[in-house]
């Protein structure tokens, strides 16, 4: 029973993109002739950072997990340590072992940060989780510069473009390496459409994409498979509810916090994915906010294809029906101020 249930997470774990074949999932299976690859979790006591750890630690890829934060990480390792797969992994806390959490990293998971209560909106976190994310990424830049970072604390639309300053000033910023983690949005999107569709879920996809707050969140129904007749207005009231699948749970989890499990979910077939184009596997497509000149803004989340260097293409939005062109015009100037918000922060602060 046990090996069952292990064996369908991990299926998942490395069967999250469109075009992997099987030949290639059995080769992720062999641990010899899969590559050491070491996974920071920045924020590993938390919330998201505890199943995030736990599903890191179900995952083939993973030779070591580091757990850092700045209170509870020697408890989560423990913990997580006895469990019997593949990598070795390893507790960190506070500023002083940070180094240690970060260096030879390959991807480097950031979930630190305080989340939503209700009445809160993403941006309302911004000025805690601004000041983490820029001491993070300091550190990542001078101990691990090359690992891909995906960011999870919120603001993402305002995080990920503090990182990308943080890096560009420390002189190791490589767009292709940064990615705000928008998987969430796209994970409740499939599930949402699954059930008004009729659908198998396990067959369904669905791309986001602009931003992950709100109206910025911009699901593409149209694109959706497997196809389905759904009404002008069933499509509206997907898409509401896709851009505040966060606040739904915000409010039923009532001040004790936003999605932790969702979340450590998406965020593991996220970086899954990191892990499967880093290690040569064709294919990889994710959606993701990245740097991007698919719109007139310098980030945008689209799918993605992920290769040895982190991005290896940033695909375009493909055709959009009159209702999604519509919300990508009303979501533009809202993200291009939570953009330009989180470039400020990192200049003057
Ligand atoms: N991207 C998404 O889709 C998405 C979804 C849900 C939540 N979030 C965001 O993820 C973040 C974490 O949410 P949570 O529910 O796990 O919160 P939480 O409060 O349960 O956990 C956050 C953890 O971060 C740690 N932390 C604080 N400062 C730190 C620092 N300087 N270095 C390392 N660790 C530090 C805390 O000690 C805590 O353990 C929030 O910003 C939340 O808004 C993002």
Do not use: W
């Amino acid at each position: 029973m046990r090996t069952a249930v292990l064996r369908s997470i991990r299926s998942r774990l490395t069967s999250s993109t469109s075009s992997s074949s099987p030949h290639l999932l059995r080769r992720c299976y062999g641990t010899e002739s899969v590559p050491e690859r070491k996974v920071a979790v920045l924020g590993a006591a938390g919330g998201i950072g505890q199943p995030l750890a736990l599903l890191m630690k179900l995952n083939p890829l993973v030779s070591k997990l580091a757990l850092y934060d700045i209170a509870g990480t020697p408890g989560v390792a423990a913990d997580v340590s006895h469990i019997n797969t593949r990598s070795e992994v390893a507790g960190y806390m506070g500023e002083e072992q940070l180094r240690q959490a970060l260096e030879g990293s390959d991807v480097v998971v950031i979930p630190a940060g305080v989340p939503r209560k209700p009445g809160m909106t993403r941006d309302d976190l911004f000025n805690i989780n601004a000041g983490i994310v820029k001491s993070l990424c300091a550190a990542i830049s001078k101990y691990c510069p090359n690992a891909l970072v995906n960011m999870i604390s919120n603001p993402v639309n305002s995080t990920v473009p503090i990182a990308a300053e943080v890096f560009k000033k420390a002189g190791t910023y490589d767009e292709k390496k940064l990615f705000g983690v928008t998987t969430l949005d796209v994970v409740r999107a499939k599930t949402f459409y699954a059930g008004k569709a009729k659908v198998p879920v396990a067959d369904v996809n669905v791309p986001v994409v602009g931003g992950h707050a709100g109206i910025t969140i911009l699901p593409l129904f149209s694109q959706a498979t497997p196809k389905a007749n759904l009404s002008d207005e069933e499509i509206v009231a997907l898409t509401k509810r896709t851009q505040d699948g966060g606040t739904e749970v915000v409010e039923a989890k009532a001040g004790k916090g936003s999605a932790t499990l969702s979340m450590a979910y998406a965020g593991a077939i996220f970086a899954d994915a990191c892990l499967k184009g880093l290690n040569g596997v064709p294919d990889v497509v994710e959606c993701s906010f990245v740097q991007s000149n698919i719109t007139e803004l310098p980030f945008f989340a689209s799918k993605v294809k992920l290769g040895k260097n982190g991005v290896e293409e940033v695909m375009g939005l493909g055709p959009l029906s009159d209702y999604e062109k519509q919300g990508l015009e009303t979501l533009i100037p809202e993200l291009k101020v939570s953009i330009e918000k989180g470039i400020k922060f990192a200049n003057q602060n």
